[in-house]
């Protein structure tokens, strides 16, 4: 068919994508990755969960990453009204093995798994937009375009993982993408820098803020800068009728739990924003295509699951195509089996999310942990990336969510204002230690 044929073709070369070529470079297989822009670049998604390490050290990156990055211990989750906080700490979860993770500055986190997956031995090509998707029977044909509209030689390949994030080329070639209606969030944040921080590994935590119509949060991304940004309702973004920058600072000065520590703080970076940005697709898989990370789903910010899914489904992703390669006749068995997987997460990190934004209830309990049953540290050990649950999990999260709904009929926890300069219209009480069980 005149075109050089590769065993694997991925679109996309953050996380997911350089983690699969990474491993299919390794287990002997021609790939060749297609990224649109040039790294490094800005990017959001900074905070990553301990589950994740497996991953690393498989990639080789453990150490490398040691050396780069701020270690992350767990996070601090504040209610906006100032009475209740809880700290979780990763070494406290239900049968933990992990106590820490990192968190990143994404230009420099993504491309250093890129150059690994070059290192590998993948073709990597920055710069190049895949603008159309033909399937044959035994293969895939991409026609592909440099940045500046030059006609590139199509890219052949026996099988395509699309790992395009939010451009989602496959998904949208298909019409396969829905979004969720009731969770239709928009985004502000930026990087500041001389933030105020604690001393020791509460520097570290990842501070979440909740109030009733937003929560805003806080990532230490190095000794001196942070991550800092708002999350809320498209409809209350536009009702605004300010621009990212106006809405940023409002929402920050609105909040004196993050107002205070910023009072020196300095904007270094402009102010980026996101909307309308949870979705899934409703096919991860084809005869001749896989979907991986951002590409196949994204939830929502707010317990940092983007990363985790990224890495988890492109490393499930290339050990799959690599197992398809050797044996063709088990490709429907496989692909259906990882879909099934990698949907099963996902409906995780969505009940969770739903719960969140369901009202007060899910802050009023989770800032009340009991020692009872260990549910505590359950909820822990989901809060870290633990997506293969065990049964001492799974009914111990049963339990946390049914006292959640409980909540909404009888207060059996305090009750929460979530509205700054409010705090005593709800329950005074110490900041919990939630990691405690």
Partial sequence: MGAELYDVAIIGGGPAGSTAATLLARAGRRVVLLEREKFPRFHIGESLLPFSTKTFDRLGVR?????????????HIQAACGSRSGKFYFRDGFKSQRDRSYQVTRAEFDKLLLDQARAAGTEVREETVVTQIAFDSDRVRLKVGAEDDAAIAPVDARYLLDCSGRQTVVGNFLDLKTSYDHLQKFSVFSHYENVERPEGIDG??????????????????????????????????????????????????????????????????????????SYRLAQLFGDRWLLAGDAAGFIDPVFSSGVFLALMSGEKAADILDEVLREPSRRRRLFRNYARRLNAVMDIYLKFVNSWYHGKEFMEVFLNPTDILQIAPAVNSVLAGSERQSFGVRWRMWLFYFFVRVQRLIAFSPRLSLVPGEAAKSAPAPATAFSQG
């Fill in 204 to 277: 570290t935590l990842l501070r979440m803020v909740r109030g009733l119509d937003r929560w805003l949060w806080m990532i230490p991304l190095t000794a001196t800068r942070m991550s800092v940004g708002v999350v809320m309702d498209t409809a209350t973004f536009r009702a605004m009728k300010l621009s990212p920058e106006e809405v940023l600072e409002r929402c920050i000065n609105e909040q004196p739990l993050v107002a205070g520590p910023m009072r020196n703080a300095e904007r270094v970076e402009r102010v980026y924003s996101a909307g309308d940005y």
């Fill in 63 to 75: 150490e490398q990453l040691d050396r780069a990055f701020m270690p992350k211990f767990g996070g």
